[in-house]
């Protein structure tokens, strides 16, 4: 199966072939996947090279042209190197714009520290209106994608990743989708991490909900699991990024609920040893194994306190 960056580049062609307000930049990455395209529409496929600022900022130029920009390269130099073109440009501005990220939280662990980026949403978070996509199949990246171009004149951030769950589900761009129904507690499983809740979880009686859009954060339908569980819940939050990023929203939508909840997600503390993919989602305890330790671990110790 192709990932998620594989389907970006035939996807956004086809957008910018569709709509021609559509525009797309590039900092050097991706470049040859755009080369048919960028003959058809050179104006509207532009390439800064390495210089992520510029990207950011070329694109706010790009709204200000009145065309809709998508602005493409790996996340930790989409979202934290230019992080102040983000706020300026498109925030102070009022502008809206696209950001689609690769690499995730650590997709290429080969590349090191440089290339990772597991604070991308955290940091997204310190700033207003800003739409999350996180997709969990290249299909659902395909159509989140489309979401966000048409979607006005909105500032949306998609994140793309080589981890995908092995089918993809319908996605609205909004909210939560209830996967499994349970009593004992209620587990949201934000884009790729949802097979492995899914097997985490197997046997032990919880709601799991499924995000792919997780800003706004559907506190409502948090809430409808929660009361379906009996009014008071334990809550897991797994998230491919940074661990905690959405318990404050979590938190938020519970706030005259009785319940407890859980975050997690990749851990704060860097891993210096490269490794592979599955090495590092088993360091971080994110996949099955170790999804399921820590949340029976925190449905038992909630159990002890209300028996």
Known sequence: MDTMRDRFAPAMSRILDEDPRAAVVLAAIGTDAFRDVAARHPDRVINVGIREQLAVGAGAGLTLAGLRPVVHT????????????????????????VLVSAAASFDWPAGGYTHMSPGDVALLDTLDGWTVHVPGHPDEAETLLRHAVAAGDDKVYV??????????????????????????????AVGPMLDEVLAATEGLGVTVLYATTVRPFDGGSLRRAVETAGGGADVVVVEPYLEGTSTAAANDALADVPHRVLGLGVGRQELRRYGQFDEHLAAHGLDAVGLRERISGFLSAGARVTA
């Open 74 to 97: 790996f996340a930790s130099f989409l979202v934290e190197r230019p992080f102040e073109q983000i706020k300026l440009d498109f925030g102070h501005q009022g502008l809206g714009g």
């Open 159 to 188: 994140r793309l990743s080589v981890q995908s769950n092995a089918q993809a589900r319908p996605v609205d761009g909004a909210g939560f989708q209830t996967v499994r129904e349970g009593r004992t507690g209620v587990v949201l």
